[in-house]
């Protein structure tokens, strides 16, 4: 469904989605390396639907991840790295209070 | 559309009150059509938070009036064929300043007297309830009827009920004139042709004074503008809805202590809610700069800072957007709910902040009004003869930027 524009090729980086290694490439966003048909959705809305990354320029917020423990991070505007951390999120994340000042 | 039409009575707006009026109208017999130039819930009924509420009102007439509209809801919820995310889980008013609580607590114990589900919370109460409350909130005085809603669902709902009990809708349609004839209402002329009838219902909130000068009938009503930020998802951050005390006093145009210039400058008093998909909407800015929507950024940051004051683990949250919106404001806090001194011309507007909560008590009066019925409830107080005979209308106010 989804083809790679440039055929340049950068430094092959393996990243964790859903625990399961993922080989993609340096200067990828985590949203391109998700529209792979293999995996295909990035989260859930509350309602339970599955979405996908969509504008890919950091609007539309359907490509909510988990990445590297941190929620709601927009994967359209993360790059990947070596060894990160990747999770899809099932409605809204809780929120800790360990995230807070005190 | 056919250029020439009947009805029995014509609502002019699709926002929550006018889209209740039409079904109110509609499931008691009358032959309703309503008029929106855009969609539904187009103008302020899609620009506020969805508060249905007793908390700001204090005990008397008006607090009844208010605590019936709201029963209203939880009958609503079982017949409206759209499910509007209603969640009766009650709002909770904060105090953060002392010289407060003397009438918060006083404020309890009348509405305890008449009748109302009310509780006190305090100050370890309220951080046993909600662990990301500030230190400085001191206590919390629960209305435990009141409730939250999305409010473009209920404008949806109550259109759809209308149009099942016989009311036709027509969204998209612009009104050009009013027309009467022999002293009383004749007819609406909008730009999809002639709708005769006798009798027009102004439900157009900010828009109603202009629709009521096409028959020279001066309307009070002015647009206040408020601001809401809207954050990312997230559960967990609280339990439900909360407003702070001082939403009561820059209502009333008074005075707070332990607030920035520029909160008192734009109203700015805290409001918080959490809709059912995890954002959570935080107001509340209070100006009058005409018929003006942008969002402002001072007035976006005041109400963040407000919110950090009452809520400071919001600091680490990220805002998703904000929007403005203009609500029907009255001078004395008190909808129009009334006949005018032209026959077959009815006003439901003015609600200001309370549209979304007495949006359906509006609908059944409007409707017992238009069916020459004594309204269920009195409203006589709510008449637009409070402000004279044909008082001047107001100005609008200007744009900020």
């Known amino acids: ?102 | 559309m056919s250029s020439k039409r009947t009805a029995g009575a014509v609502v002019i707006g699709g926002g929550a009150v006018g889209t209740a009026v039409a079904c109110y109208l509609a499931m008691d017999g009358v032959d309703v059509t309503l008029v929106e130039r855009g969609e539904f819930a187009w103008g302020t009924s899609r620009r506020c938070e969805g508060h249905v509420v007793t908390y700001d009102t204090p005990p008397g007439d008006y607090s009844v009036f208010c605590k019936t509209g709201q029963e209203l809801f939880y009958e609503a919820q079982k017949f409206l064929p759209v499910d509007f995310d209603f969640t009766p889980e009650g709002i909770g008013l904060l105090v953060d300043d002392e010289s407060h609580l003397e009438t918060v607590k006083a404020n309890y114990e009348g509405k305890k007297k008449e009748g109302f589900d009310v509780t006190l919370w305090d100050r370890d109460e309220l951080r046993h309830r909600e662990p990301n409350i500030g230190d400085n909130v001191l206590a919390c005085l629960n209305f435990n009827n009141d409730c939250t809603l999305n409010p473009m669902r209920l404008c949806f709902g109550l259109a759809k009920h209308a149009e099942a009990n016989g009311a036709t809708i027509l969204p998209r349609t612009r009104v050009t004139n009013l027309r009467m004839e022999n002293g009383r209402v004749s007819g609406v002329e909008t730009d999809k042709g002639l709708i005769a009838t006798k009798n027009v219902i102004l439900s157009s909130g900010v828009w109603t004074p202009q629709m009521g000068a096409m028959l020279g009938v001066n309307i009070p009503i002015r647009p206040r503008q408020g601001h809401i930020i809207v954050t990312e998802r997230v559960k967990g951050l609280l339990g439900k809805a909360y407003v702070e005390y001082g939403y009561l006093l820059t209502k009333h145009g008074l005075k707070r202590e332990n607030v920035t210039p520029d909160m008192d400058k734009f109203g700015v008093a805290f409001v918080i809610e959490p809709s059912s998909a995890g954002t959570v909407l935080i107001g509340s800015s209070r100006r009058f700069v005409g018929m003006d929507i942008r969002p402002h950024p001072a007035v976006m940051r005041a109400v963040a800072e407000r919110g950090n004051q009452f809520f400071p683990t919001l600091s680490d949250m990220r805002i998703l957007r904000c929007y403005a919106g203009v609500r029907p404001a009255t001078t004395d806090e008190l909808p129009i709910i009334s006949t005018t001194h032209v026959p077959g011309l009815f006003v439901g507007a003015g609600h200001e902040g309370l549209g979304i909560s007495l949006s359906l008590i509006t609908g059944k009066i409007m409707s017992e009004l238009v069916r020459g019925q004594a309204p269920f409830i009195d409203t006589s107080y709510m008449s637009i003869d409070r402000f004279g005979f044909n008082p001047p209308a107001l100005p609008a106010g200007e744009a900020s930027v």
């Open chain 1, 1 to 102: 469904m989804f083809k790679k524009v440039s055929a340049s090729k950068g430094k092959i980086v393996t990243i964790y989605f859903e625990g399961q290694p993922v080989q993609t490439e340096e200067g990828m966003t985590v949203a391109a390396a998700v529209l792979d048909p293999s995996h295909g959705w990035s989260r859930t809305s509350h309602g339970g639907q599955k979405r996908g990354p969509y504008c890919q320029m950091g609007v539309c917020h359907e490509c909510l991840m988990t990445i590297d423990g941190i929620p709601n991070q927009q994967a359209c505007l993360t790059m990947v790295v070596e060894g990160m951390q990747v999770y899809r999120q099932d409605g809204a994340p809780d929120f800790h209070k360990e995230n807070s000042h005190e």
